[in-house]
């Protein structure tokens, strides 16, 4: 196992920038049995990222190495402990439950962060320090963290065989193969935290977790913010958190980390208006072209007309644009707006451009809830032609402009809006996915699909993923952060940022000197210039001027050679039998003092003084 | 928004003429599972019947009506989850031999989602086509 993860440790370093001091342990528990799964003994031609040399080693390479991905970004003074299976899901010929995993428990305490919260079990246990629920507990609770199960199926006879696990530890997908430690460190990161617990359905659906109990929202909700009712989640009421889930484009993430890196991550958003008629004018997400030039930064603006061409073969309505159009008088040096469908998109365009267009927008035909990019057509003749931009808007937005082109003019601009982030709203907040009926799939725990880069954490794994999980390249880490991962290189329960020892536990914070290292790791605690190796007493009192009883000699308090100060020293004369026993030791002090050239004879004399008066 | 479609799936195509080469059954018991593969008589890929789409829905367990919380002797409360509260990751074999993924911790939805046969939504896609890493979305 050591060597795995000494091989784990180099590749982690080639490909992520691991935090500088990231301090977790996450315990990978095989709970399959002999033969099956991780266990499997069938013979593996090791690949170039993963040494395994039979199928069930290198699957459990590709989770240890998952697992380590993550341990190299969070710190927690508790093992993180995942029980995995590689074993049969639900599986037919067209569709396959690939994997699941998930939290094992979710905790709330008086003394975590936000109190009246839920906390996945794994950042409960960061919170207090310990195993909230340790191996071997007798309270009924899980003795894991997350839980992962894995289809060992896939790509076997009647399991979506044209499916298959890409095993190497490389974030590469290769034909067919989907990466398994990118789908890992997605599915990790709802057990860790990437997840609310509202109810989504039955009964208590919209309730919070807990309920009627403890109806405590989850730490993940918090920060669930609605712009349509300027609410987060735990502030509504149930039924209007069920709808807020589906508030497509207006359901957002609202925490620090996640909003100040955001910038970083996401690019710019490809954007349609219409200035007027005033009834249908707005933003919109448009769908990018991939074929003609890319949308520009200045938007392209002009009349939108709607094109006609023949109803024909080639496209059976009059606004298709898979024929050359008909009417480019009314076209030149206009938008061109044109219906999906029948031809492919990139031959519509250009037959909008031969009739003189400046622009086209194509309307699609079946209900999304945001529009998907346009291919090339596959000719490249015709796509490497194009030379004027184009956009795809939703069948709902192209209803409007059909209502408001029948209506009259209608002015639009195409272009990216450089200050909204694609998939973030306009205030930085990075959306989160909340399909309306038009799609089927999971809502509210991942960020939206309109992100670009792709995310981790979007409903799907794409193949543009880079096993990165912070920003630049991702933004999950940043919302670990948000929820309460804190970095903690020393895992003493004391936030890095404001930690007098980084690197030192401490979790006292005990600093003698008031600097800005604590005793733990300042290697001169008193900061009386003697390091403390050398210092008689590293904790020296250093006030300023030397005191005898309550009166004050203003003589300054000397340090002497062992790091002992002159206040040190008198301390350590004591009881003496007389008065003038005790005196005369002062005296003794005070000229070895001035012996050493620390004190003048003024000084000397007053510290005596005062050790004559009291 | 993005480029959602990619890779390669050229297998459907080769089981799919395979399976067509000879008289195949509509349905084959998927050894050790119980389970039917979903393929035609001419072995091309199609919908889930309702009853795979019954079966496959066996697998997901329902969440407890009543949570299961505890307060411990330590002052924390726990509430304990089990594996309905999992996400589950799920893929669907397109009538078009593409294949489309989705997250879910619904396993209504995740039942919805596979007994789709055709791609409707925005989800990624692994289309069929072979040898393309980076094919753009939709053509047409």
């Known amino acids: 196992m050591k060597t795995i993860r000494t091989f784990f440790a180099l590749l982690i370093a080639l490909v992520v920038p691991v935090s500088a001091f990231a301090n977790a342990n996450i315990v990978i528990v095989n709970n399959d049995p002999p033969n099956v799964g991780f266990n499997d003994p069938t013979p593996a031609a090791p690949l170039a990222t993963n040494p395994g040399t039979t199928l069930g080693q290198q699957r459990l390479n590709a989770f240890e190495y998952a697992a380590s991905l993550w341990e190299a970004q969070i710190d927690s003074p508790v093992n993180i402990r995942v029980r995995a299976n590689f074993g049969p899901l639900g599986c037919t010929a067209t569709a396959a439950t690939l994997g699941s995993a998930g939290a094992r428990g979710i905790w709330f305490g008086d003394d975590f962060r936000e109190p009246d919260t839920w906390y996945h079990v794994a950042l409960a246990n960061k919170q207090v320090g310990f195993d909230l629920a340790p191996v071997g507990n007798t309270t009924g609770d899980d003795e894991v963290d997350i839980a992962a199960s894995f289809n060992a199926n896939i790509g076997t006879t009647g399991c979506l065989e044209t499916l298959g696990w890409h095993l190497g530890l490389d974030p590469s997908f290769p034909p067919g193969k989907l990466n398994l430690v990118a789908v890992l460190l997605h599915e990790f990161a709802h057990g860790l935290g990437f997840s609310t617990f509202v109810q989504r359905t039955g009964p208590n659906a919209g309730q919070n977790a807990g309920y009627p109990t403890y109806p405590y929202p989850d730490v993940y909700e918090k920060h669930i913010f609605d712009s349509t009712l300027n609410m987060f989640w735990p502030d509504m009421t149930a039924a209007q958190r069920l709808t807020s889930r589906l508030n497509n484009l207006k359901l957002a993430w609202d925490g620090p980390n996640v909003r100040a890196n955001s910038g970083s991550v996401l690019g710019p958003t490809p954007s349609f208006w219409v200035d007027s008629p005033a009834s249908i004018a707005g933003w919109s997400l448009v769908g990018r072209a991939q074929f003609g030039p890319a949308l520009s930064a200045t938007p392209l603006s002009g009349e939108l007309v709607q094109g006609l061409d023949a109803a024909n073969t080639a496209g059976p309505s009059t606004t298709d644009g898979c024929t050359a159009l008909t009417n480019p008088a009314a076209v030149a040096g206009k938008v061109a707006f044109l219906n999906r469908g029948t031809c492919g998109f990139a031959f519509k365009v250009k037959n909008a451009q031969d009739a003189g267009a400046i622009a086209v927008i194509i309307g699609d035909n079946a209900a999304s809830d945001n529009p998907a990019d346009m291919g090339p057509s596959g000719d490249p003749a015709t796509d490497n032609a194009i030379t004027i931009p184009s956009g795809r808007v939703t069948l709902a937005r192209a209803n409007a402009l059909r209502t408001g082109l029948a209506a009259g003019p209608v002015f639009v601009r195409l272009g990216i809006d450089p200050l909204r982030r694609a998939g973030a709203d306009e205030l930085g907040r990075v959306l989160l996915y909340a399909p309306t009926s038009f799609v089927s799939g999971s809502s509210t725990s991942h960020y939206d699909t309109t992100a670009t880069r792709d995310l981790l954490m979007e409903p799907s794994i794409n193949t543009t993923l880079t096993h990165n999980v912070s920003a630049p390249f991702d933004l999950t880490l940043e919302q670990f952060r948000d929820i309460g991962w804190y970095p903690d290189a020393d895992v003493d329960l004391v936030e890095d940022n404001v930690d007098n020892c980084v690197n030192t536990a401490n979790a006292d914070q005990a600093n003698y000197d008031r600097d800005s290292q604590g005793d733990a790791c300042d290697s001169d605690d008193d900061n009386d210039g003697v390091a403390d190796a050398a210092d008689a007493n590293p904790f020296s009192n250093m006030q300023a001027t030397v005191t005898v009883g309550t009166c004050n000699s203003g003589s300054p308090n000397v340090v002497f050679p062992s790091g002992l100060t002159m206040m040190d020293r008198l301390a350590a004369i004591g009881p003496q039998p007389n008065h003038g026993q005790f005196v005369s030791a002062v005296s003794a002090l005070t000229n070895e003092a001035k012996a050493l050239g620390l004190i003048t004879g003024a000084q000397k004399g007053a510290i005596e003084a005062c050790a004559a008066s009291k | ?140």
């Open chain 2, 1 to 140: 928004m993005k480029n959602r479609v990619f890779a390669v799936m050229a297998g459907v195509c080769l089981l799919a003429t395979a399976l067509a080469a000879a008289p195949q059954p509509e349905k084959i018991t998927v050894e050790g599972q119980g389970l039917t593969v979903a393929v035609d008589p001419q072995g091309a890929p199609r919908g889930l019947t309702a009853q795979e789409i019954r079966r496959f829905a066996e697998q997901f367990k329902a969440r407890p009506s009543v949570p299961r919380i505890a307060t411990h002797s330590h002052g924390r409360t726990s509430m304990a989850l089990d594996e309905s509260y999992d996400h589950h990751f799920v893929a669907r074999l397109n009538l078009d031999g593409s294949v489309s993924f989705v997250c879910t911790d619904e396993p209504g939805e995740a039942v919805a989602f596979a007994s789709q046969a055709a791609p409707t939504d925005t989800i990624m896609r692994l289309p069929r086509a072979a040898a393309r890493q980076t094919v753009a979305a939709e053509r047409e």
